[in-house]
């Protein structure tokens, strides 16, 4: 069991730039795979990134690479999600998930991860 705690969350300008945190509990969180979604009120949760534990790489959705930049630190038990040139279209609730064992075909898929936090919220507008 892994709890996930989201901050970082809120208001920017189209342009702008934001970093999200995610502290997770416990003591084998370099162990964990990691990856942050994103959802908006009457849409379908949308993957945004995720890296693997144990020293492994990161996976980005295509739209976002060269914008958004995940990382983690181990030693602080945090995973980051840089959010640069922000757009209107990035509005929405950002989700931390976790889970210990990942098929890297389905690391895009929210039913992948066990574990979520409950959001934080990003509002890009002007």
């Known amino acids: 069991q892994i709890n996930l705690v989201e901050s970082g969350g809120g208001l920017r300008q189209p342009g702008g730039s934001l970093r999200l945190s995610c502290v997770a509990s416990?003591?084998?969180?370099?162990?964990?795979?990691m990856a942050w979604f994103r959802q908006t009120p009457g849409e379908e949760r949308e993957f945004v990134a995720a890296?693997?534990?144990?020293?492994?790489?990161?996976f980005y959705k295509d739209s976002l690479k060269g914008r958004f930049t995940m990382s983690r630190d181990n030693a602080k038990n945090t995973v980051y999600l840089q959010m640069s040139s922000l757009k209107p279209e990035d509005t929405a609730v950002y989700y931390c998930?976790?889970?210990?064992?990942?098929?890297?075909?389905?690391?895009?898929?929210?039913?992948?991860?066990?574990?979520w936090g409950q959001g934080t919220q990003v509002i890009v507008s002007s």
């Open positions: 998930a976790a889970d210990l064992h990942l098929i890297q075909s389905s690391v895009r898929q929210f039913a992948q991860y066990d574990y």
């Open positions: 416990g003591q084998t969180f370099r162990r964990y795979h």
């Open positions: 890296i693997r534990g144990n020293g492994g790489g990161t």
